[in-house]
Structures are given as structure tokens and as C-alpha cells.
């Protein structure tokens, strides 16, 4: 079977909410590997569902994180957009895997620990076992290369622990390549507006914490008016940022929405005050986002339709790339 040489897997969660870190962390660089990648973008609602999710809602969201690929700039009739739960493979294949991965491997996933907390027990064997299928959304697609934010490191790192061991335990070396990680731009950990040592995230209780996929004009400029920032200018070096975690977000926000780097914002900016700086991020976040929020909503109010067509034929070609490796999977395992 012919070994992939740039396929790039990624997925994003359908849990509401998208925000502008999973914009400028994930979807955006899903963008930019399209002119160099063969492109496999999945709405990850199996992964969704490790914690309970109201069907009604989870089918919308899985529409709107679609509807945000194809706004951002994805284009699904070159590469391929879909939601998991649609091609079997992932879930057969997690399976196989979770008898291959080891019980120590896992213990040692921090997210499992941050997103349980102190009620472990309590806790879906699912979110437990989510690097597995994590995994195998990867391996299915015998995928080269996953755009990965520092958090989903550690995941990554396993999937490549599980590549190997499978390919040691059953003798096929170079079956599963093993995945490179992708880690791009300035923000690829874009953190809370309201505290700057914090990741930006949908379930933080304030609103103002995050600029979302759905703000207007009005909203991201009082966002960002109201960010954590201190009274000190911006320094003139990358280095000045080091304990102002406010002021550092900010920066890293401006330099990856503008294509520019840290040093590069600092150079225009550096010795501004505040009242300066948020007024023009403001107005280039705007100018970014909006018209993705505003065919993003479109799509959500006037052609859902287009968006289940889009995800359904996703689905046809994923799964025309994930049967033979499945089959060759299951071979190599013994399944009859």
C-alpha cells in the first residue's frame, strides 16, 4: 500500500461556541495548508460527546464548525470536510487500537486530568480513552502531518507511541507512518482576554473571556477594550513581554491576524499605550472576522442544506481513503 507523502489530518469539536482561538489556533492554518497538502478537515462530534451534549445542539454545532471551515477559506471540492461519526473506520479502528495502547500511556495525558478534575470517577470512559480515538482519526487516513496547538502535543505524541507499537506488535514495519506535528504562527495559543495566563476557551462563565465566531463589529471592539492589559506601554522587544501575560496575548492576537510576527508588531507599536494599540487591533480583528461570521451565518440561516451536502460527500471520499487501509488493518490483525 502506498505510503502518503503530505496528508494533513485535523479536526475541530462541535461543542458551540467557536471562538477566536480555535480561529487563529486551528481553522486558519487548515487554510493556509491547502496550496501544500493533500487536506482531511473532520468536525469531531464522537469526540464531542466524551461529555453529554443535547442532541439538537450538537447537530447544529457540528453544522456551524463546517460552516466555519467553508467561510474561512476551506475548499471542499478540493479537499475533504466531514463530521466522524459518518465513516466508520474511526471508531473500528480506536477500538483495535485501545487493545494495542497501554493503560500507562494514558495516565499520564494531562488534559484527562484538567478536564475531569476532582471528579475523576465521575469522569466517561470515553473522555478517559479520547487519545485512542484521537489516534485513530489520524491513523485511518495513515495521515503524515496534524496541525496541532501546544495543548494537543502530548496526544499527538502518543498516537505516534500507538503507530509504532502497532507496527512493532504486528510485525509491518512502516505501516502506520508515524505523524509530524504542524505547530504554526504566533497564536497558536491564544489566551483569555480577561487573564493572560489562561487559555481562551468556551466554557470560561464570562463572555468577555473570548471574541466568538458570531461577534459583530460592536461586541469584538468592546472585547478588546476591556481586555487585561497594565499600565505600562509596549515595550519595544519581544523579551519586554515576558511577565505581562495581557499585554503578550494582545501582541501575539494582532501579529497572527496581520501575518506579521511578535517583533514585527512591536516595531510599529512598541512605546504605545494601550489606548493606542486595542483601538487598531480592534478594527484589524473586525476586518478579519467579519466576513467570515457573516457567511458563517448566512450559510447557518439560508443553506444548511449545502452544509449537509458538503459534509455528507466529505464522507463518501474520506471513507473511500479509510476502507482498504481498514481492510489491510484488519489483515494484519487476523480478523476473518
Same mark, same amino acid.
Given at each position: 500500500?502506498?505510503?502518503?507523502?503530505?496528508?494533513?489530518?485535523?479536526?475541530?469539536?462541535?461543542?458551540?461556541?467557536?471562538?477566536?482561538?480555535?480561529?487563529?489556533?486551528?481553522?486558519?492554518?487548515?487554510?493556509?495548508?491547502?496550496?501544500?497538502?493533500?487536506?482531511?478537515?473532520?468536525?469531531?462530534?464522537?469526540?464531542?460527546?466524551?461529555?453529554?451534549?443535547?442532541?439538537?445542539?450538537?447537530?447544529?454545532?457540528?453544522?456551524?464548525?463546517?460552516?466555519?471551515?467553508?467561510?474561512?477559506?476551506?475548499?471542499?471540492?478540493?479537499?475533504?470536510?466531514?463530521?466522524?461519526?459518518? *465513516?466508520?473506520?474511526?471508531?473500528?479502528?480506536?477500538?483495535?487500537?485501545?487493545?494495542?495502547?497501554?493503560?500507562?500511556?494514558?495516565?499520564?495525558?494531562?488534559?484527562?486530568?484538567?478536564?475531569?478534575?476532582?471528579?475523576?470517577?465521575?469522569?466517561? *470512559?470515553?473522555?478517559?480513552?479520547?487519545?485512542?480515538?484521537?489516534?485513530?482519526?489520524?491513523?485511518?487516513?495513515?495521515?503524515?502531518?496534524?496541525?496541532?496547538?501546544?495543548?494537543?502535543?502530548?496526544?499527538?505524541?502518543?498516537?505516534?507511541? *500507538?503507530?509504532?507499537?502497532?507496527?512493532?506488535?504486528?510485525?509491518?514495519?512502516?505501516?502506520?507512518?508515524?505523524?509530524?506535528?504542524?505547530?504554526?504562527?504566533?497564536?497558536?495559543?491564544?489566551?483569555?482576554?480577561?487573564?493572560?495566563?489562561?487559555?481562551?476557551?468556551?466554557?470560561?462563565?464570562?463572555?468577555?473571556?473570548?471574541?466568538?465566531?458570531?461577534?459583530?463589529?460592536?461586541?469584538?471592539?468592546?472585547?478588546?477594550?476591556?481586555?487585561?492589559?497594565?499600565?505600562?506601554?509596549?515595550?519595544?522587544?519581544?523579551?519586554?513581554?515576558?511577565?505581562?501575560?495581557?499585554?503578550?496575548?494582545?501582541?501575539?492576537?494582532?501579529?497572527?491576524?496581520?501575518?506579521?510576527?511578535?517583533?514585527?508588531?512591536?516595531?510599529?507599536?512598541?512605546?504605545?499605550?494601550?489606548?493606542?494599540?486595542?483601538?487598531?487591533?480592534?478594527?484589524?480583528?473586525?476586518?478579519?472576522?467579519?466576513?467570515?461570521?457573516?457567511?458563517?451565518?448566512?450559510?447557518?440561516?439560508?443553506?444548511?442544506?449545502?452544509?449537509?451536502? *458538503?459534509?455528507?460527500?466529505?464522507?463518501?471520499?474520506?471513507?473511500?481513503?479509510?476502507?482498504?487501509?481498514?481492510?489491510?488493518?484488519?489483515?494484519?490483525?487476523?480478523?476473518?
Amino acid at each position: 500500500m502506498e505510503q502518503p507523502k503530505n496528508r494533513v489530518f485535523s479536526g475541530v469539536q462541535p461543542t458551540g461556541n467557536l471562538h477566536l482561538g480555535n480561529y487563529l489556533g486551528a481553522i486558519r492554518n487548515f487554510v493556509g495548508l491547502q496550496a501544500t497538502h493533500e487536506c482531511i478537515y473532520c468536525v469531531v462530534d464522537m469526540h464531542a460527546i466524551t461529555v453529554w451534549q443535547d442532541p439538537k445542539e450538537l447537530a447544529a454545532n457540528t453544522r456551524e464548525v463546517a460552516a466555519a471551515y467553508i467561510a474561512s477559506g476551506i475548499d471542499p471540492d478540493k479537499h475533504i470536510i466531514f463530521n466522524q461519526s459518518k *465513516v466508520p473506520a474511526h471508531a473500528e479502528l480506536a477500538w483495535i487500537l485501545n487493545c494495542v495502547a497501554r493503560i500507562g500511556w494514558l495516565n499520564r495525558m494531562t488534559q484527562f486530568k484538567d478536564k475531569a478534575g476532582k471528579d475523576r470517577e465521575g469522569a466517561s *470512559v470515553g473522555l478517559y480513552a479520547y487519545p485512542v480515538l484521537m489516534a485513530a482519526d489520524i491513523l485511518a487516513y495513515r495521515a503524515t502531518h496534524v496541525p496541532v496547538g501546544e495543548d494537543q502535543k502530548q496526544h499527538l505524541e502518543l498516537a505516534r507511541d *500507538v503507530a509504532q507499537k502497532f507496527n512493532n506488535d504486528f510485525a509491518a514495519p512502516d505501516f502506520f507512518p508515524l505523524p509530524e506535528p504542524l505547530i504554526m504562527g504566533e497564536a497558536t495559543r491564544v489566551m483569555s482576554l480577561r487573564d493572560g495566563t489562561k487559555k481562551m476557551s468556551k466554557s470560561d462563565p464570562s463572555d468577555y473571556s473570548r471574541i466568538t465566531m458570531k461577534d459583530d463589529a460592536d461586541a469584538i471592539a468592546l472585547k478588546i477594550r476591556k481586555a487585561q492589559t497594565d499600565p505600562e506601554p509596549l515595550p519595544e522587544t519581544v523579551e519586554g513581554l515576558t511577565g505581562r501575560a495581557g499585554a503578550d496575548n494582545l501582541v501575539g492576537i494582532y501579529a497572527a491576524l496581520s501575518d506579521m510576527t511578535k517583533a514585527e508588531v512591536l516595531k510599529e507599536f512598541g512605546g504605545a499605550q494601550f489606548g493606542t494599540f486595542k483601538p487598531k487591533l480592534a478594527e484589524l480583528a473586525v476586518e478579519k472576522l467579519s466576513p467570515i461570521t457573516s457567511e458563517m451565518k448566512r450559510m447557518m440561516d439560508h443553506d444548511q442544506g449545502y452544509i449537509d451536502d *458538503v459534509l455528507a460527500k466529505g464522507a463518501v471520499r474520506a471513507r473511500a481513503i479509510t476502507d482498504p487501509i481498514y481492510a489491510r488493518v484488519r489483515e494484519i490483525v487476523g480478523f476473518i
